[in-house]
C-alpha cells in the first residue's frame, strides 16, 4: 500500500484538569519534569512519530493564555471532566480518520507503544495498552481488609486509547456519564477494544511523588554533564606555589594575572565547560585589572554557582597536577579538602593528585606547572 493509502490518525492530548491531588500550586501538566513541562514530554513524542499527522492539545480556559514552551500543536479549551475535555479535541481534528487520545499527565509514553495501537487499529475498531495487575488485591473496609480479589484477568489501563474517529466522536457525544476512560465510552457503544502492551515507563502522575519515579523511570531524564580544564603558569619570582587553594612552599612562584593556582583554574574551567559556559577568560578577562592578584578561589565560587543556578549539582571534581617540584602528595588531601569547601561539594566527591612528564617538556624541565581537570554535574 503506498503512503497515500494510509489512514491519517490525530493525536489528541488532554491537558484541562486541576492536578489538585498533584498540588505544588499550578497544575501539574505545567510542572517542571527534568528541564521541561511535563506536558511537553507527550507532546514531543506525538509530534516526532510518522503515524500522527495532526497534534490537538486540549487546555483549561484558565490556562489558555499563560501556556509555557511547548510543541507546536492546536491548542483546544477543554471542559469540566476528562470526558468533555476529549470531546472538545476530539471535535477540533480536521482530515484524520484515526485519533489516539492521551493523557498529558503521562510523560513517559514511546514510540513502541503508540506503534503498537496503530498496528491493533489496522484489524480492529479500538485498541489501547495496559499492564497485568500482579499484585494480589484486596477489598479494604475501615482500614482492615475485608477480602481477596482475584486477579485474573485484570488489567492497569494506559493512553494512548486508539479510534476510528468517526466512531469515537459518536460514542463520547452519547455518553450520558463520568467515564473512567474513552475505553469505557467506546464499549458503552459496542466497540470491541484490543489490548496491546503498556509499559511501566508510561505511569500517570498523580500524586507529588510521582513526579521523582516518572523521573528516574525515564532514566534519560537524567542531565549528567562531563566537562574538562587545562592550565599552564610558568614558574617566576616567588617562595610558594598556589595549588588547589593551598600555599605550598618552594624555592619559586607561580606567574600570572591572578594567584596563578593554575590547579583552581582547571578545574573551575572545567565548571565552565560542563555547563557550555564559556572559560574563566570569559567570566573575569585578564584585561580587567580588579582581577590582578586576584584570589582564584573567586572563579571557583563563581562557577559553581553558576552550575547550582542553572540546576545542577556537583557530583565530582577531579584535578591532576603536572610537575617534577614541588611534591604533590603530601598535600593532595589538604588541596581536595580545600576544593571541596570552596566549590561547596562533598569531601569525598574531590580527587587531587599528580604525576610527573618524566622530565620531559616543559613540566619537565621545571619551567612552569600544568593542570587538567574533570568536573561532572548531574540535574534531575
Ligand atoms: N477536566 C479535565 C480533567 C482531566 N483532564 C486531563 O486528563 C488527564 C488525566 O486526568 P488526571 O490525572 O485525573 O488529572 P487531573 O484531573 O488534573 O487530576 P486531579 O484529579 O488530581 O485534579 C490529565 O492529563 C488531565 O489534564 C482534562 O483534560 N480535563
Ligand atoms: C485514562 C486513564 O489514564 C486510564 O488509566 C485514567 O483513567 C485517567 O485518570 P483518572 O485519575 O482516572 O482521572
Known sequence: MSDAHLPRTGAVIVAAGRGLRAGGGIPKQWRDLAGRPLAAHAMAVFAAHP??????????????????????????????????SVLAGLE??????????????????????????LEALDHAPAAAPALPVTDALWRGAEGAVAETVSRDGLWRAQTPQGFHLGAILAAHRAYPGMAADDVEVARAAGMEVRIVPGSERNMKITEAADFDRAARLMGGAMDIRLGNGFDVHRFGDG????LCGVAVPHERGLAGHSDADVGMHAVTDAIYGALGDGDIGRHFPPSDPQWKGAESRIFLVHAAERARAAGYAISHLDCTLICERPKIGPHAQAMAAALAGI????????????????????????EGIAALATATLVKG
Do not use: C, N, Y
Open 51 to 84: 503515524g500522527v499527522s495532526e497534534v490537538v492539545l486540549v487546555v483549561h480556559p484558565d490556562d489558555q493564555g499563560a501556556l509555557p514552551a511547548l510543541p507546536a500543536a492546536r491548542i483546544v479549551a477543554g471542559g469540566e471532566t476528562r470526558g468533555a
Open 239 to 242: 617562595d610558594h606555589v598556589m
Open 92 to 117: 477540533a481534528l480536521d482530515e484524520v480518520e484515526r485519533v489516539l487520545i492521551h493523557d498529558a499527565a503521562r510523560p513517559g509514553v514511546t514510540a513502541e507503544i503508540i506503534d503498537a495501537v
Open 343 to 366: 566549590a561547596g561539594v562533598e569531601p569525598g566527591r574531590v580527587s587531587v593528585k599528580a604525576t610527573t612528564s618524566e622530565r620531559l617538556g616543559f613540566t619537565g624541565r621545571e
